[in-house]
C-alpha cells in the first residue's frame, strides 16, 4: 500500500497557474514511479503526467506538454504538478498515483490517491 494525499487544486482563471502535491506515507517513495492522471464528467481518465523513480525521465501528453511540469522530491516523498496557462479544458479531477514499474507503463499504475478538483473559468 501506498497512501497518496493530493493537495492543491482550486478555482483559477484561464491562463493563470496552479501546483498540486501528492504526499506520500512510507519509506519506499522512492521505489515508485509517479504520476498524475485527470478525468472531466463524461471522459476517460487520461494519464496527465509521469515521472520514474529518480526524477530523471518523464512523460507528458500531447495536451499539456509545455504548460505542465511533473517534479519530485525523494526526500519530501512528495510529487509535484506545475500547471500553467491553464485552459477551461483542464477542468477535472486531478489524481497522482504511483506503480512500482517502469513510469511509461501508463495503465498499470494501481496506487491512487482521492483526488483533488482543478477547475479553469473561461
Known amino acids: 500500500q501506498v497512501p497518496l494525499v493530493e493537495s492543491g487544486g482550486g478555482l483559477v482563471q484561464a491562463g493563470g497557474s496552479l501546483r498540486l502535491s501528492c504526499a506520500a506515507s512510507?519509506?519506499?517513495?522512492?521505489?515508485?514511479?509517479m504520476g498524475w492522471f485527470r478525468q472531466a464528467p463524461g471522459k476517460e481518465r487520461e494519464c496527465v503526467a509521469a515521472?520514474?523513480?529518480?526524477?530523471?525521465?518523464?512523460y507528458y501528453t500531447g495536451s499539456v506538454k509545455g504548460r505542465f511540469t511533473i517534479s519530485r522530491d525523494n526526500a519530501k516523498n512528495t510529487v509535484y504538478l506545475q500547471m500553467n496557462s491553464l485552459k477551461p479544458e483542464d477542468t477535472a479531477v486531478y489524481f497522482c498515483?504511483?506503480?512500482?514499474?517502469?513510469?511509461?507503463?501508463?495503465?498499470?499504475?494501481?496506487?491512487w490517491g482521492q483526488g483533488t478538483q482543478v477547475t479553469v473559468s473561461s
Open positions: 515521472i520514474d523513480r529518480s526524477g530523471s525521465a518523464t
Open positions: 512510507g519509506r519506499t517513495f522512492s521505489t515508485y514511479a
Open positions: 498515483a504511483a506503480y512500482s514499474g517502469p513510469y511509461y507503463l501508463i495503465n498499470n499504475y494501481n496506487y
